[in-house]
């Protein structure tokens, strides 16, 4: 059977900001009223015979993800005669490829897409149908996690969710211990990062952490700064922090000073490593935090583990400890089916499957993200060769960022001009300040504001001229 492999390059990339309601805060889909039409784990569920019919799937990631999401294809095959060509990538090089794709449209029939899924809206076929009909079922998702992949405005499902997940640090206690550092807590601050961060580096000579999402953490301090402040409004229509800079300003002097004492990696260091998780200097003992995704934790944990070192999660640090946390459950990504196939029953069939099956998410076991559905959730935790000291990590720190209050007070889903201005904020204003090319932290964020603010505009102009 034909496969096309496009990359074997090893990633674990996120998007930058979104998202939704708490994971603590489940409630019954009206689906779980009617039966389910789909149950993929009824073991009296007959297979759907596609012998001679051949779909094409594509997703980013780590390496780990990729050879765990090749078995779960392989058994798909198995079980229906359906022939899967996939391809997969970095998540640099996935959007590069994507673009590239939907110009000639010749997306594939089912793709993963991140939460920027407002950019290639035209592109994505709403689920909505499928899952009234019940070829997705949904009997065992609620509506929280449901709203997840939702677009707000419209109603319209964009995909199902591959898991949930929560930005996070990872750190390495033993590095905190041999530096008389105290671990990181529930609510420590920028303060305590950055005395952290000191006193590491000054004892290890090496950069306290190597890997920091940037935009996130402009975008998460916006929301820590003030209640009610947030990067983007809700519904993604417009800037939701009034145009108050000084958050930005805050945490980008915060940054600068840090790099500039070598306690975070310079910005040679971070594009060498890029979007590989497994690649950060944690893994082998040189730097004592990194900041990843939830989902990105097993496959870290595994790398680290090679070289005898066990890590631990903890939140993203606050600027306020008794102020806003920042942080949001949100969908880690999701299966999408391309507008263009002529395969969507199949394609809708295969996410029924691929979101659902509990034996299929046994291989899967959340590396994308906490499962969405919660009996494949309880049957992984009921398996004790599944569940184990790395996953529990995982579901204890998604169940304590969905207890936050301020856990929902985040957009739902990135705008179009997004891409462009979180590209700008890294690589013309944070690398911009370091090179010397502003005098302060509090420049630089008017500057990159006032572009940002250029951006938005035309992106809103092109809008309105379609």
């Known amino acids: 059977m034909k496969k096309k492999l496009f990359a074997l390059l090893m990633a674990g990339a996120m998007m930058s900001t ?13 689906a779980a009223a009617a039966e389910a039409t789909n149950n993929v784990n009824d073991p009296n569920y007959e297979w759907p015979d596609y012998s001679g019919e051949t779909l094409s ?34 998540g640099t090089s996935y959007w590069t490829v994507f673009q590239a794709k939907m110009a000639g449209g010749e997306l594939p029939d089912v793709f993963q897409m991140g939460n920027n899924w407002a950019t290639y809206y035209d592109t994505i076929e709403p689920l909505n149908s499928y899952i009234e009909d019940g070829t997705i079922d949904t009997s065992a998702i609620s509506d929280t996690m449901l709203a997840t992949t939702t677009n707000p405005a419209d109603g319209v499902v964009t995909g199902m ?3 949930t997940n929560a930005r996070c640090f990872a750190y390495n206690p033993a590095i905190f211990d041999d530096c008389g550092v105290e671990y990181p807590t529930d609510n420590w601050t920028w303060d305590d990062f950055a005395a952290a961060c000191r006193a590491i580096t000054e004892q290890t000579g090496n950069p306290a952490i190597t890997t920091m999402e940037y935009n996130s953490l402009v975008y998460s301090a916006v929301t820590q700064w003030q209640e009610g402040y947030n990067f983007y409004a809700m519904d993604g229509s417009d800037f939701a922090f009034e145009g108050n ?8 002097n915060l940054y600068n000073d840090l790099m500039n ?10 594009n060498e490593i890029g979007t590989n998780i497994e690649a950060d200097w944690i893994a082998y003992g040189d730097a004592a935090m990194v900041m990843l995704s939830s989902n990105q934790f097993q496959a870290l944990s595994n790398a680290a583990a090679e070289n005898g070192i066990e890590l631990e999660l903890c939140t993203i640090p606050r600027i306020y400890a008794d102020g806003q946390s920042g942080m949001v459950v949100r969908s880690s990504q999701e299966m999408s089916i391309y507008s263009g196939s002529d395969k969507k029953e199949i394609a809708a069939n295969f996410i029924n499957f691929f979101v659902n099956s509990i034996e299929a998410n046994k291989i899967l076991n959340c590396e994308r993200g906490v499962s969405i559905n919660s009996d494949v959730l309880a049957a992984l935790q009921e398996d004790s060769d599944l569940t184990d000291a790395t996953t529990s990590k995982v579901y204890s720190l998604i169940d304590l960022v969905g207890s936050f209050e301020d856990a929902a007070n985040s957009s739902p889903a990135e705008p179009t001009a997004n891409e462009e201005i979180s590209d700008v904020l890294k690589k013309e204003y944070a690398q911009g300040l370091s ?4 005098a302060s932290g509090e420049e630089a964020a008017e500057a990159f504001w006032a572009e940002a603010q250029e951006i ?11």
Not at 456 to 464: D, G, L, M, T, V
């Open 435 to 438: 090179n010397g090319n502003y």
């Open 161 to 163: 969710s591959n898991g």
């Open 245 to 252: 800079t000084e958050p930005i300003a805050y945490f980008m």
């Open 18 to 30: 979104l998202v939704v309601p708490a994971f603590a805060e489940e409630t019954e889909t009206e």
């Open 456 to 466: 938005w505009a035309k992106f809103e102009s092109e809008a309105a001229a379609e």
């Open 261 to 270: 004492e070598g306690c975070i990696g310079d910005w040679g260091i971070q």
């Open 57 to 90: 799937i594509m997703w980013w990631g780590s390496d780990t993800r990729h050879q765990l999401t090749i078995q779960v294809l392989e058994m798909y095959e198995e079980l229906t005669g359906l022939d899967i060509e996939y391809e997969y990538a970095d």
